[in-house]
C-alpha cells in the first residue's frame, strides 16, 4: 500500500498538481501490477488480435464468477517487461479468506484467455504461459494445503513455507501412490476450469467477436462502457453445479 500511495504522489508531482487525484491512483495500481506503458512496443496484427482475445477472454469468464473481485479494466497497451495486455480486476471489499467456488472461479478465469485463443484461432500462444502457472500452482496448493480434493480429504501434503523457514522442503514424506493422486487430482481440477471457461465463451462468442472489436479500436476498455459489455455475458447450464461440487 506504501508503495501504491508513493507512486500516486509522484504521479500528482509529475503533472504539477498539489493534491493526489483518483486518477493518480488508478495509474498507480497499473503501474504497481502490470509496469509502466511501453508503446514502443509496436506487435504484428496477429499478435495485437490474438492479445485482445486473450484479455477479453478473460474479462468474460471472470464476469461470472464468485468473489469480490470486479473486472475493473481491459487493455492491450503493452506494459512492463513482458505483459502485452492485461485484465485489470479489483477488490470491493477487504477479504481474508478463499472460498472453494472462489477458488474454482479463479482458474476459470485465469484460463479464459487461453481458451478464448482455442476457441477463435484454433490453437494457443505463449502468452498463456504465466497464467497456466499461476493455474497450477493454485490448483496444487488447493489439493496439497487447502484439503480441497474429495479423494484425499483435508490432510496437509505441503508444508506452508512461512511456518517452515528451517527446512527448504515443502513436500511432505508421502507414497508413489499419494504423489500420483495429487497430480491427477490438480489435473483434473485444471481441466473442469478449463472446460468451463471454453463453454463460457463459446456460449458468448458474438459478444467475444464484439468486444474485442471494440477493445482493438481503443486499446482500453473501462468505466461503464465495459460494464454493459459484462453485463451481457450469459451462464452456461452447469456453471453453478461446477461451482459448488468442482
Not at 114 to 137: L, N, P, Y
Given at each position: 500500500m506504501a508503495n501504491l500511495v508513493n507512486e500516486a504522489a509522484l504521479m500528482a508531482a509529475r503533472n504539477n498538481r498539489q493534491a493526489v487525484l483518483m486518477a493518480d491512483f488508478s495509474e498507480a495500481i497499473e503501474r504497481v501490477v502490470a509496469g509502466l506503458e511501453k508503446r514502443s512496443r509496436v506487435l504484428t496484427p496477429l499478435e495485437r488480435q490474438t492479445v485482445a482475445y486473450h484479455e477479453v477472454g478473460h474479462a468474460l469468464v471472470g464476469a461470472l464468477m464468485p468473489g469480490n473481485h470486479k473486472v475493473s479494466k481491459i487493455s492491450i497497451v503493452p506494459r512492463g517487461l513482458g505483459a502485452l495486455g492485461y485484465?485489470?480486476?479489483m477488490p470491493e471489499a477487504d477479504r481474508f479468506l478463499l472460498l472453494e467456488d472462489e477458488l474454482r472461479g479463479q482458474l476459470a478465469t485465469l484460463l479464459?484467455?487461453?481458451?478464448?485463443?482455442?476457441?477463435?484461432?484454433?490453437?494457443?500462444?505463449?502468452?498463456?504461459?504465466?497464467?497456466?502457472?499461476?493455474?497450477?500452482?493454485?490448483?496444487?496448493?488447493?489439493?496439497?494445503?487447502?484439503g480441497m480434493s474429495a479423494t484425499l480429504g483435508p490432510v496437509a501434503f505441503a508444508k506452508n513455507s512461512a511456518q517452515f523457514l528451517d527446512d527448504s522442503s515443502t513436500r511432505r514424506a508421502i507414497s508413489a501412490e499419494v504423489a500420483v493422486e495429487i497430480d491427477r487430482q490438480v489435473k483434473q481440477t485444471i481441466d473442469k476450469a478449463h472446460e468451463m471457461a471454453l463453454a463460457i465463451l463459446q456460449l458468448n462468442r458474438p459478444l467475444l467477436d464484439s468486444a474485442t472489436k471494440v477493445l482493438l479500436e481503443t486499446e482500453v476498455l473501462e468505466g461503464n462502457q465495459l460494464q454493459v459489455i459484462l453485463a451481457q455475458v450469459q451462464a452456461p447450464a452447469?456453471?453453478?453445479?461446477?461451482?459448488?461440487q468442482g
Open positions: 485484465t485489470l480486476q479464459g484467455g487461453r481458451s478464448a485463443e482455442e476457441i477463435v484461432f484454433g490453437k494457443v500462444s505463449t502468452g498463456a504461459s504465466d497464467d497456466i502457472q499461476k493455474a497450477t500452482d493454485l490448483a496444487e496448493r488447493a489439493v496439497t494445503q487447502y452447469g456453471l453453478n453445479t461446477w461451482l459448488a
